[in-house]
C-alpha cells in the first residue's frame, strides 16, 4: 500500500541528515557516502524532506558541539527549519556522553526529532519518545550527582565563614570576607522599609525608589518582585542565612527552603531594627492574596477538532468542547465516554498479536538476511577484482583482457554498493514501526477495563500517546488512533535486488499487521485507525 500524498496545504517534515565518519572508521571501509545515502533513503521511505546535510566526515567524536557543522544545525533546528536530524548511531552524533545530553536536551526543548537507525530510535514515534525520557533521566541524575557534591560542602563553609560565591544581598557587600553593610546600598535598604510601611504597596516603593534615581546592585530598576524579596530577607535585621534554600526540582526560577535543620545562621550589622523589620513584613503578608487553583487540562485538549477544520475549546464556565466558528459543541463527558467505548474495538486477541508479531520478526529477519547476502557478494565481487588486479600486474592478462574481465566485476560493485543501503534504509523502518507498534500494543490491551481506576494525568499521557486526532461532526466523532495495525502481507524480498525503500515491498513496512473491522486505515504518511461514535 503506497502512502497517499499530504494535502497540498500541510508542510512534509523536514530533516537534515548529519554524518560524521571518522579518519579511522574509513580506514575501515565505512563511506560517508553510504551513510549519507541510507539516511537519505529512510527520510523518503517515511515521505519527509531532506533540507540539509551537515558534514562532519573525518572529524572526531570526541568533543563536536563547537565544530562550525555543529553549530548551523542547531542554528537551523533552533530556526525551525529542521524538524528532525538522522544519523547512522548514536556515536556517530557525539562520542561524549555529556555533549550527547546535551544535543538531545535540546531537540527535545525545540520538539524536534532525533532519529538513529542502527538503534532504531526515532523520537517521531511513540516508542522513539521512550528515548527521550531515558535522556532526561541520565541528564537529571548527572545534575544531582553535581549538586549532592556541591551541597555536602555548603554547610562546611558557611561554619567555616567561607564565602559561598554568592553576591551578599543589596545593601551589603564583603570586606575581606566579612559581609558589611554597603556605604552606598545601605541607606537605600533602610529607605525601602521606611516606604513600605507609610505607603503599603510594593509598587508605590518601587516607583518612588526609581523616581529618584536608586538602582539595584546590578544596574537594573527596583521592581514589585524586587522590593519583596528585600524586604523578607532577614539579612537586613542582621540575620544571615546560608544554605537555607533550593532550586525547585520541576519549576524554573521557583526556590523552596530546606529543613532548617540545614540552615546555617551569621551575625551581621543589620541595617534596620527588628521591630522595623517586623512592622513591614507584617504588613507584607496581610497583603498576599491566595493563588488561584490551576486551571484543570481538559483531557482532549489540543486534539479535537471541529469538522469545519478548527479546534475545538473548553470555555471556562462551560464544559463542553466549542467550535466558535460553525458553534458546533460536544460535553466533555459525552466525549470521554465515546473514547472509552470505542476503547474495545483497539484491542486484540493473544492470536491477533502473536500473527502481527510473527509477521514483523519474518519481514525483519528476510530483509537481514538479505542485507547479509549482498554483503556476502560484495565481499567476493572485491576479492574477485583483487585477483584479476594482481594477475595484470604480474603480466598473466594484457590491458585489453583486464578491461573486459574488471569492467563487469566494477559495474556489480557498484549496483551492491547501491543496493546495500536501500536494503537498509528498508529494514530501518520495518525495525521502528515495530518498535512502536509493540509499545502501542502492550499499552492499551487492557485500557478498557482499566480506563475509570485511572487518574486523569495517565489518562492524558495515554491519549496522547495513541491518538491522532478527533473530528467533531454534527452526527458523529472520528477518532483517529496511531500505529493501528492493518491488514498487508509482510514485505518480501526481491530476488532481484530491485526493490528499494521506494518499491510497493518497502512501502508496505508502514502498513503490515491485520485490520478490526470498521477501520478506514492507510491515510496519511502514518498508519492509524478511525473509529467512530454516534452522537
Not at 127 to 144: D, K, S, V
Not at 264 to 274: A, D, Y
Not at 314 to 333: A, G, H, M
Request: glycine letters at 6%.
Amino acid at each position: 500500500m503506497k502512502h497517499a500524498q499530504p494535502p497540498h496545504n500541510e508542510r512534509r517534515k523536514a530533516v537534515g541528515i548529519w554524518i560524521r565518519v571518522s579518519t579511522e572508521d574509513q580506514a575501515r571501509g565505512e563511506s560517508p557516502a553510504v551513510h549519507e545515502k541510507r539516511a537519505r533513503l529512510y527520510a523518503e521511505a517515511k515521505g519527509w524532506d531532506v533540507y540539509a546535510l551537515y558534514d562532519l566526515a573525518g572529524v572526531s567524536g570526541k568533543a563536536v558541539i563547537e565544530h562550525p557543522e555543529a553549530k548551523r544545525m542547531l542554528a537551523d533546528m533552533r530556526a525551525g527549519k529542521i524538524t528532525g536530524l538522522i544519523f547512522s548511531k548514536l556515536a556517530r552524533l557525539a562520542r561524549n556522553t555529556k555533549e550527547l545530553l546535551e544535543f538531545a536536551e535540546e531537540f527535545k526543548k525545540h520538539d524536534a526529532d532525533l532519529i538513529s537507525l542502527h538503534e532504531s530510535i526515532d523520537t517521531s514515534t511513540p516508542a522513539g519518545r521512550l528515548f527521550y525520557t531515558m535522556i532526561a533521566a541520565m541528564a537529571q541524575w548527572e545534575r544531582e550527582e553535581i549538586a549532592e557534591r556541591v551541597a555536602a560542602s555548603i554547610p562546611i563553609r558557611a561554619k567555616m565563614g567561607k564565602p559561598l560565591g554568592g553576591k551578599p544581598p543589596f545593601g551589603y557587600h564583603r570586606v575581606d570576607g566579612t559581609v558589611v553593610p554597603h556605604p552606598k546600598e545601605a541607606p537605600v535598604r533602610k529607605l525601602l522599609y521606611e516606604l513600605f510601611i507609610e505607603h503599603r504597596r510594593k509598587k508605590s516603593v518601587a516607583r518612588l525608589l526609581n523616581e529618584r534615581g536608586y538602582r539595584t546592585s546590578n544596574g537594573s530598576k527596583f521592581t514589585n518582585t524586587t522590593v519583596t524579596r528585600l524586604i523578607a530577607d532577614t539579612t537586613a535585621k542582621g540575620i544571615l542565612r546560608v544554605n537555607y534554600s533550593t532550586s525547585h526540582a520541576t519549576k524554573r526560577g521557583h526556590v523552596v527552603l530546606k529543613p532548617e535543620s540545614e540552615w546555617v545562621i551569621r551575625s551581621v550589622e543589620p541595617i534596620v531594627s527588628e521591630e522595623v523589620w517586623n512592622r513591614a513584613n507584617a504588613i507584607l503578608e496581610r497583603g498576599k492574596k491566595k493563588p488561584n487553583s490551576r486551571k484543570p487540562v481538559h483531557l482532549f485538549a489540543g486534539l479535537v477538532h471541529c469538522h469545519c477544520g478548527q479546534k475545538m475549546y473548553v470555555p471556562s464556565r462551560n464544559p463542553r468542547y466549542v467550535c466558535w466558528t460553525c458553534k458546533n459543541r460536544i460535553p466533555v463527558e459525552d466525549l470521554e465516554a465515546i473514547f472509552h467505548a470505542e476503547l474495545k474495538g483497539f484491542l486484540f486477541s493473544e492470536d491477533q498479536i502473536a500473527k502481527y508479531r510473527e509477521d514483523q520478526d519474518a519481514a525483519m529477519k528476510e530483509r537481514q538476511e538479505k542485507i547479509d547476502h549482498l554483503e556476502r557478494e560484495r565481499g567476493a565481487v572485491k576479492r574477485e577484482m583483487d585477483q584479476v588486479y594482481r594477475a595484470y600486474i604480474d603480466g598473466q592478462l594484457t590491458s585489453q583482457a583486464l578491461g573486459n574481465r574488471y569492467k563487469p566485476l566494477e559495474e556489480r560493485l557498484n549496483q551492491l554498493d547501491d543496493a546495500i543501503p536501500s536494503e537498509q534504509a528498508a529494514l530501518d523502518v520495518l525495525r521502528i514501526h515495530a518498535l512502536s507498534g509493540e509499545q502501542i500494543l502492550e499499552e492499551v490491551r487492557d485500557l478498557h477495563t482499566r480506563w475509570s481506576s485511572l487518574s486523569k494525568e495517565d489518562k492524558r499521557s495515554i491519549v496522547e500517546a495513541i491518538t491522532e486526532t478527533i473530528i467533531v461532526g454534527k452526527d458523529e466523532v472520528d477518532i483517529r488512533l496511531h500505529y493501528v495495525p492493518e491488514t498487508a502481507s509482510p514485505p518480501k524480498a526481491n530476488p532481484s535486488g530491485d526493490d528499494g525503500p521506494n518499491s510497493p515491498q518497502a512501502n508496505s513496512s508502514d502498513n503490515q499487521g491485520f485490520e478490526k473491522p470498521g477501520t478506514d486505515a492507510g491515510k496519511g504518511t502514518q498508519s492509524f485507525g478511525l473509529v467512530r461514535g454516534r452522537l
